[in-house]
């Protein structure tokens, strides 16, 4: 049976719209245990909730060096969620907190599967056409190898074919699409990407990707944090700009009323923003990092997304791929 | 007197665009000549313009190496343009073609101001405040050096005060705004640049720059590509969804014909494509650099770019501001 160890302490809303989330998923059949001060845990937990919680001293702090967060105790809410997982007592984890100290106590504790030197953080997004890209890294691994890249590809394209993708076309993002565009850890991640069997197309920009010239999208953890951090931007700041547009004059306002639906739609199909968690790649257990700022809505998806890794079998299916 | 030099064969939409675009520029009183084949730029000419147009018998493809296309010939489009500038027959130039090979020509044919090692290119860009962004390097310069991001700085708060900015804030492009974050080139030109009297707040990730957290944002010319490239793609996706929605039902199609007026604003406010032209930072002569895709209108508003650097005396003021 699946459940999934869920970090109360981590994020900016920790630990009410962490419960709150985790209360959610439990209502749709999720079966979930709550990591973290139980008393804080039990402030926001309903009363007759049948939730179990597994009480932890400490948490990890945003502003701690991972290694560090890590070596100071074996007491916070991070470290018990990955020592469950690593006992097998629960099938998958979730945290919000600190995505260094996730990845890194993630590989130490879990360790990573076979071929794979660092694991990479995916997220999925939705791409024009109505299908799906996966995008890796987005901010497991800032300063990364051609090496490096070409495993995350790999892992990348194993996991398109668990979400049903059929042969996907992976492709390293880049500053152009001309051949020999790109920076030197590009190019040299594209030669030894032609000596695989991957099906690559070759150097991409972000708006060809998500246009759907690729299913996979691979590129070092900084680059693919800013990618997906501006994504997020310029969404919140057309919406934003958008209803002060609307605001001006009353047949805007009338006509956004008209629009309520449209707009909601909308939201829901431009969900760039990580808000439904990123997964970990790589290593031996099922771990899902949702966004800082996520809210319980969030929460519960990135409780989801972790549920439905564990059903599709994430980790030996990567592993199978990977062989 | 000012004129601008007009590379007419550069762009997927050249020449036709190009010329378009110029002719409406000298018709809000710009001075124009464009460079380029001389029978391809007549046919799209009005038979009564008075533009003077400079003959060139070649140009500059895209897919050639930069150095390769100025080695090849002096005869392109692109380097009789730069000979203008050089010569000191027009004041500023503009091209919307070969990115890599327009830098490389302005460095090798007009030179770089003192101290400045590699020009960047930068573009303005709307924050959600109203304010103005200046962001550099957004695709000059691929692999860079803390050095050269240093310089960046520099020059990007120059900028920002020829703008009108009075002590203009600079941040460097990181994956999050903890201390520490960032990738080894980022941390390593925040080291260099507290050693500056600039007024530096730190890393920043887009979201917090575009809300309104500073002025300048400094980053290697790979990661400002996918940036703009990010925001532009976000933009536009948004915009193309938020069409399907309100297509799908007639209180949709009422209320978008309610918010023509709105969407046209929203439109003229989320200008982060880049449409509006780059500029060329610390070469001697004012260059911009028009998107490949621009239209007419966009070829238009480049050309006022150069123009208005030219009249603000970028040049000197920049090589003022770097002593």
Not at 21 to 38: F, N, P, R
């Amino acid at each position: 049976m699946q459940r999934i160890a869920v970090d109360a302490m981590g994020g900016d809303n920790a630990p009410q719209a962490i419960v709150e989330g985790a209360v959610m998923a439990a209502e749709q059949g999720i079966s979930v245990c709550l990591v973290g001060d139980q008393k804080a845990i039990e402030r926001w937990l309903p009363k007759n909730s049948d939730i179990p919680i597994v009480h932890a001293e400490e948490q990890v702090a945003m502003d701690e060096a991972p290694l560090q967060a890590l070596r100071r105790t074996s007491e916070s809410s991070l470290r018990k969620m990955l020592d469950l997982v690593e006992s097998g007592e629960v099938t998958g984890a979730m945290s919000c907190g600190h995505t260094g100290a996730t990845m890194l106590g993630s590989v130490l504790h879990l360790k990573t599967l076979d071929k794979v030197d660092r694991p990479a953080l995916a997220v999925v997004l939705p791409r024009k056409d109505g299908k799906k890209l996966v995008l890796l890294d987005v901010g497991a691994n800032i300063d990364c190898t051609p090496e490096q890249l070409v495993c995350f590809a790999q892992m990348g394209a194993a996991y398109g074919r668990i979400l049903g993708m059929d042969n996907p076309r992976v492709a390293v993002l880049a500053n152009g699409e001309e051949e020999g565009k790109g920076n030197a850890l590009v190019r040299d991640t594209l030669g030894l990407l032609a000596q695989t069997d991957l099906n690559l197309v070759g150097n991409m920009e972000p708006e060809s990707a998500i246009d759907g010239g690729c299913d996979v999208l691979v590129c070092d953890g900084f680059v693919g944090n800013v990618l997906v951090k501006s994504l997020e931007a310029a969404t919140s700041t057309v919406l934003h700009l958008f209803r002060q547009e609307i605001h001006a004059k009353w047949t805007g306002r009338f006509g956004a009323w008209l629009l309520t639906g449209a707009m909601k739609r909308l939201k829901n199909r431009v969900q760039w923003d990580a808000h439904s968690g990123s997964i970990l790649l790589g290593t031996k257990g099922v771990v899902v990092v949702g966004h800082g700022r996520s809210n319980a809505r969030a929460v519960c998806t990135a409780i989801q997304l972790a549920a439905s890794a564990v059903n599709r079998g994430l980790v030996d299916r990567l592993a199978q791929h990977l062989k």
